[in-house]
């Protein structure tokens, strides 16, 4: 049973949480809108993409940014009437999903990333061995190995505490996983907001530097280049991954010495890596617009 301490630090939790419902609710509605359309455009435009390994990757992206959309009018439902009446369960599901969302997103970044940068140096030799049957198998594995240990994860570990803590009150609140995080976790969180800063910060070094090399090749034809026009859509996806998911990794940083506290606030900045669903909008071009809209070529 609860403590009146405990009884009080979660109740404190929860009001610190709740002033946030209302930007938390806005975020939400603008991503759901605006990533179903970015998708749904994005899907026309790619009915006749190559199956290159990139493509692949590409369509493993729009996959989790789908799967993760689905869950959002949940998050829509709670924001607006205050309290979560679908069970603990679905819950930690719709709770968890974000954060699946955001790494399986940076994974087929930092694949995209390195595919193209692959390419440019000049490495065909190591790609042609690297086919579609590859690519595809790996993105079956990486699906696989997601749907087994992410349903594992939540029902052994994730939300555990506020299972356990769980009051008639708790019952109706959601999101609120903080407490959860146990010591040893905290470490791990450590590591993998020092990765992915690391890493997204030196692959978007690379991807400028390549974007500096040919422009400096081809001076001012470098635009009508295809090549450069990829390696623009890289560049967006590295700049997508500094904007959307730097900032609440170095936030991660401080939040993790005050969970209590920070819930609110963490709950906003992890709300704002979902802005990555609109990345699909670097493939629409004017041409693309234009056919998506008209349904013609120019």
């Known amino acids: 049973s609860l403590t009146h301490t405990d009884t009080d630090r979660h109740t404190h939790t929860h009001i610190l949480t709740e002033e946030y419902h209302p930007v938390l609710l806005v975020i939400n509605i603008v991503v759901l809108l605006s990533g179903t359309i970015s998708l749904s455009l994005t899907m026309h435009t790619l009915k006749s993409a190559s ?117 008639t009150e708790n019952k109706t609140r959601c999101f609120n996983f903080g407490d959860s995080i146990e010591s040893s976790a905290v470490v791990v969180n450590y590591i993998i907001s020092i990765l992915i800063v690391v890493v997204a910060t030196a692959l978007t070094a690379f991807q400028a530097n390549v974007l500096r090399v040919l422009r400096k090749k081809h001076h001012q034809g470098c635009t009508s280049q295809q090549d450069f026009g990829a390696q623009v859509k890289s560049m967006c996806f590295a700049l997508i991954m500094v904007v959307c998911f730097i900032p609440y990794h170095m936030f991660r940083f401080h939040y993790l010495e005050h969970i209590q506290s920070l819930q609110g606030i963490n709950e906003v900045f992890l709300s704002l890596t979902t802005f990555n669903c609109l990345d699909m909008l670097t493939f629409l071009g004017r041409r693309n617009c234009y056919m998506c809209f008209f349904g013609k070529t120019i």
């Not at 924001?79 to 979560?84: A, N, T």
């Not at 087994?148 to 555990?160: D, E, M, N, R």
């Open 51 to 167: 199956s290159s390994t990139t493509s692949i990757a590409v369509l493993n992206l729009i996959f989790a940014h789908f799967i993760f959309l689905v869950t959002v009018p949940f998050r829509i439902y709670y924001y607006v009437i205050g309290e979560w009446k679908l069970g603990l369960g679905w819950c930690k599901v719709v709770s968890s999903m974000i954060h699946i969302h955001m790494y399986m997103s940076f994974i087929f970044y930092v694949i995209i990333l390195i595919m193209r940068l692959l390419t440019f140096y000049h490495k065909a030799a190591q790609l042609a061995s690297f086919q579609r049957i590859h690519a595809l198998l790996i993105s079956a594995v990486v699906w696989i190995v997601v749907l087994v240990t992410v349903p594992c994860i939540i029902h052994f570990s994730y939300g555990k505490n506020s299972e356990m803590n769980s009051t």
